[in-house]
């Protein structure tokens, strides 16, 4: 299909006629640093999620409640870059690490970063955080740090995609949601029929002083 | 596939569409659905002005330099291990879909909502060569069972309603589950296709979507989706086909953030869809997860023809919606009426460059010109200009009628001579205002039987526009 290409090419070069200028920069990602928690918290309320605001040393303790709150079982698959966070603390909940199947009805998963301006959570795949974690199960619970809160879609873009772009990053503003049977929203269409995000702080006596 | 010969079929078909009960139902939902939502969306987003411009720009850059952005995004799928296949035409692109699904015994696809595989008739192509197809998004799922095509580019079943959908359910699904399937809100339909798509993801062999754009710096495929079949559909299977035309190619990850910020708001009334996906490439070695196999299609298909014509702002199109939810010729006859891939107001546009303005020359005349699809297109496409431009090419191409030809030749005589156009004017609207009596109606009228025959014509005030703006200064 070489000759494709050339020719596709070679018609645009053709229509264009300007192959000699330059392309103008495009413009510089805005960057604008750290974003704030208390919006990133309500839009992702706004797009239908739920969020709790924990100490990064509690996840464990918060998935429990969680699940015992929506009356699910006590079972979760957890993506393996969550497998320290001291799981046994919570010896009635059952936990296994790796990639999430059908059986499988509510996932914990970290996210690497959060974007204020749309209340976005950033997923990136690797081999410890699969994609599929995210989408397969009934429920998703992610884990966000503070921190990880960045302003808006560049300043996300810029550090997610570092010197070289994962397989799968997902920006992820809501569960699963359909419009597709007379323009009526429901949620738990294909996805996640609910997302419950885990936002943590630094754990005061392991935060540098100056942290308060 | 759908051809050029439906088009061609858009007067009787708006007639047909008028008079469908279910359709205009359907239809009746858009004002407090699509419309209201956008409308709150834009009130909550102060800085939406600006973003449109923003995305305009951004988007105008990348068609300037088309040919390089292409060649970057190319280069840089195949460093992380993609493959890149060109294709010119429809013929070409499926031929190349259906040869990477052969070669791998591929028997089973799902597929993402993807306009483009539509307006390359993908699905009876594939299913002809023994290739079993799986639409997976909840609309394209929908119509999949009707056997009918999208009739909205992001509502595929917008003309359906839900007691539609409940007979669709009852025909197609497994009778014995029947019971546990409620089917008294559209949450119970939602969740029955749910139940009943799970295991065919991941049965899949291959997925194939659609691309809402390409990022060239990264060599990414972007996918702005809400009910995250997309998503299954490019992580379970082993292989993930991209299907995606050339205009679709954005610089920089920056650039794809100008169009996001408008793309939701326009489309759904979200700030932001639910799922916004960069895909890059197979799954790498450390990955647990993933397509082992990654294939991008970019189709040509008459877009680099477009540039540097008179219409190609069209190739700025991000296939949001809002020109069609907004559009009163749309909500009147809905997307089938159109004949083709692409309704509303953008099909309107665009189609008469795709099959050519004979075969699409109705569809640039089905609208009163009112402006709401340029008014609230995020990319600023300036849709009645460019339907003007179809109708001249028409009018040009001596494809109009000999009445309107001589109805357009005596109006342009007497136009050309204002003095004598002034004096017809006055005189006409003086005696249609005596003729039409108290009820200012007229019910029918000499040479205008074409408005009187499905509404009463209002009488003129009884003088010209120039004559009340004179007398009022």
Not at chain 1, 98 to 111: Q, R
Not at chain 1, 130 to 135: A, G, R, V, Y
Not at chain 2, 28 to 54: H, M, N, S, W
Not at chain 2, 259 to 265: E, N, P, S, Y
């Amino acid at each position: 299909m070489s000759g494709a290409r050339e020719r596709i090419l070679g018609r645009v070069r053709e229509r264009l006629g300007s192959a000699l200028e330059e392309p103008a920069p495009s413009r510089e990602p805005r960057q604008t640093g750290s974003g704030d928690v208390g919006e990133f918290c309500r839009r992702l309320q706004a797009a239908g999620a739920s969020v709790d605001r924990i100490a990064e040393d509690a996840v464990p303790q918060a998935v429990a409640r969680y699940l015992a709150e929506r009356n699910l079982a006590a079972r979760v698959k957890v993506s393996p870059a969550l497998a320290n966070l001291g799981w046994a603390a919570e010896p009635l909940l059952e936990t296994a690490f790796g990639v999430a199947e059908l059986a499988d009805a509510a996932a914990v998963m970290p996210a690497a970063l959060g974007i204020s301006e749309t209340g976005s959570l950033v997923h990136a795949s690797s081999g410890d955080n699969p994609t599929t974690n995210h989408f397969l199960p009934d429920h998703a619970i992610a884990v966000v740090a503070e921190e990880a809160v960045c302003a808006d879609l560049e300043a996300a873009f810029s550090a997610a995609s570092g010197p070289a772009m994962p397989r799968t990053v997902c920006l992820i503003t809501g569960p699963s949601r359909t419009g597709d049977i007379e323009q009526r929203i429901e949620l738990g269409a294909h996805g996640p029929r609910s997302l419950h995000v885990l936002v943590t702080a630094r754990t005061p006596d392991r935060a540098p002083s100056s942290a308060t | 596939m759908m051809d050029g010969a439906a088009a061609a079929r858009f007067p009787e078909a708006s007639a047909r569409a008028l008079g469908d009960e279910n359709l205009q139902a359907a239809l009746r939902l858009l004002g407090e659905g699509f419309q209201a939502r956008r409308t709150d969306a834009v009130e909550r987003f102060a800085a939406f002005e600006d973003a449109r411009d923003a995305a305009v720009a951004a988007k105008t850059r990348t068609l300037r330099h088309l040919d390089r952005h292409l060649e970057t995004f190319e280069a840089r799928c195949r460093e992380h291990g993609g493959v890149v296949h060109w294709a010119e035409t429809p013929e070409d692109a499926r031929r190349i879909v259906l040869e990477l699904l052969t070669a791998r015994g591929v028997r089973v696809l799902s597929k993402g909502k993807t306009m483009v595989a539509e307006e390359i008739g993908l699905n009876g192509f594939l299913e002809a060569n023994g290739i079993e197809v799986v639409e997976t998004d909840l609309g394209e799922y929908i119509i999949q069972l009707a056997e009918e095509v999208p009739s909205h580019i992001i509502a595929p079943a917008i003309h359906k309603t839900m007691p539609q959908v409940v007979d669709l359910f009852r025909q197609h699904h497994d009778q014995t589950k029947a019971g546990s399937f409620a089917r008294r809100t559209p949450a119970d339909l939602v969740a029955e296709a749910r139940a009943v798509l799970r295991q065919r993801f991941l049965d899949a062999d291959a997925g194939l979507t659609g691309a809402n754009f390409l990022v060239a710096e990264t060599g990414s495929s972007v996918i702005v989706t809400n009910e995250g079949n997309g998503d299954l559909t490019q992580t379970l299977p082993r292989l993930h086909i991209v299907l995606a035309t050339i205009e679709k190619v954005v610089p920089t990850l920056a650039d794809g953030a100008a169009i996001l910020r408008v793309l939701a708001r326009s489309a759904t009334g979200q700030d932001m869809s639910a799922y916004t996906t960069f895909s890059t490439g197979p799954r790498r070695p450390t990955d647990v997860d993933g397509p082992a196999e990654y294939h991008v299609v970019l189709l040509d298909n008459g877009r680099s023809r477009l540039l540097g014509t008179p219409i190609e702002e069209v190739l700025r199109c991000i296939r949001c919606g809002a020109c069609m939810n907004h559009c009163p010729v749309y909500g009147a006859v809905g997307g089938h009426a159109y004949g083709w891939v692409y309704p509303g107001p953008i099909g309107a546009a665009l189609t008469p460059a795709l099959l050519g303005v004979e075969a699409a020359r109705h569809l640039p005349n089905a609208s009163s010109l009112c402006g709401r699809c340029e008014e609230v297109c995020p990319m600023r496409i300036p849709l009645p200009k460019i339907f003007r431009y179809w109708r001249e090419q028409e009018h040009a191409a001596r494809l109009n009628s000999a009445r309107m030809r001589l109805g357009l030749a005596l109006w342009g005589w007497l136009a050309a001579r204002p003095r004598l156009y002034r004096l017809g004017t006055g005189v006409a609207m003086r005696v249609l205002s005596r003729l039409a009596g108290r009820s200012r109606r007229f019910r029918s009228l000499f040479l205008a039987g074409g408005w009187t025959r499905s509404r009463d014509l209002p009488a003129p005030a009884g003088q010209t526009f120039l004559n009340s703006w004179k007398r009022r200064s």
